[in-house]
């Protein structure tokens, strides 16, 4: 019996993190809760190795499969920790996402900040008229070619064509689509702003997020990216059927890439994924007064 509860804590642990992943994995507010979490589930296996180390018993053999589980589970939001910047053959163009925070007052400095980072392609979310209208004329010269929607907007170094918003099932355009001109050629993208998360409420991001998924699984086009507000973490259930058709690059370095919230970051739910681009690099940048950090994504075209 002492053996057994000196044990005890390493089952606890496992256990733990098992229930963490399961969690992580079910469809809903627990999904969605899970995902949140699982990151930091990898605090507990600090205390679980050692753990294990010291006792060296039977159920030492939960710490190896504890962590197996958890990087599994994490796989798609594990960030590339060996990989360095990639050199460019052809032209590097950068994608650029935020969500300003309505009422912020910050469109612009987000826009300038943007810029300034070398985003060609700048995607700005949760926009009311006035921030449109700030972020179009701090834009106005370095970006010519712009898009607005509902709370979305696009602008860009290069020509936009094919432009519309979309509701995606919503009754409100929190959305768009537009072909970008790069000089390698025509790149699709999509620019959300998923409906928020609190609890109880969390249908109508779901059903955004299905829509869009089911765009995604409608859309032909070989050179792809959509970004935006998600608010869903990286492996939220959510997520799936956007991930059955794109793929997000993963965070450089030892980092997440957490974006929100943007003083002390605890979970990532901007994103930017693409199909048939070359990744050249990543990164999370504070930017304006918004409670989201930026996320951008640099492809060479």
């Known amino acids: 019996m002492p053996r057994l509860r000196s044990d005890l804590p390493i089952v606890l642990f496992s256990a733990a993190i098992g229930a963490l992943v399961v969690l992580a994995l079910v469809p809903g507010v627990a999904g969605t809760l899970g995902a949140a979490t699982l990151p930091w589930a990898g605090l507990l296996l600090v205390p679980l190795g050692l753990l294990a180390l010291l006792r060296r018993s039977w159920s030492s053999w939960a710490a190896p499969v504890a962590v197996v589980v958890w990087l599994v589970a994490l796989a798609p939001a594990l960030p590339d920790v060996l990989g360095g910047e990639a050199s460019a053959r052809g032209t590097p163009v950068t994608f650029a996402s935020q969500n300003v925070e309505a009422l912020s007052g910050g469109s612009a400095d987000s826009a300038r900040t943007l810029a300034g980072l070398g985003g060609d392609v700048i995607a700005l979310t949760e926009m009311d008229a006035a921030a449109r209208t700030r972020a179009t004329e701090a834009l106005a010269r370095s970006h010519p ?21 979309l509701t995606l099932g919503l009754t409100w355009k929190r ?3 537009a072909d970008v001109a790069l000089p390698g050629g025509t790149v699709r993208v999509y620019v959300v702003h998923a409906a928020s998360v609190r609890p109880g409420q969390q249908a109508g991001r779901d059903s955004m997020l299905g ?18 507000d998600f608010n869903a973490a990286t492996t939220d259930p959510a997520l799936r059927g956007i991930r059955r058709h794109l793929a997000e690059p993963r965070p450089r370095g030892l980092t997440f890439g957490f974006t929100w919230p943007a003083r002390f970051p605890l979970v990532r739910i901007d994103h930017i994924f693409e199909r048939g681009l070359s990744v ?14 930026a996320v951008l994504a640099t492809f060479d075209d």
């Open 145 to 165: 070619y712009s898009y607005t929607a509902g709370t979305v907007g696009l602008w860009s170094v290069y020509p936009l064509s094919h432009a519309e918003g």
């Open 175 to 177: 959305a768009l689509r």
């Open 211 to 228: 829509h869009l998924a089911d765009l995604l699984a409608a859309d032909h086009a070989t050179r792809m990216v959509a970004m935006g």
């Open 280 to 293: 050249l690099g990543t990164r999370v940048a504070k930017a304006g007064r918004s409670d989201h950090r």
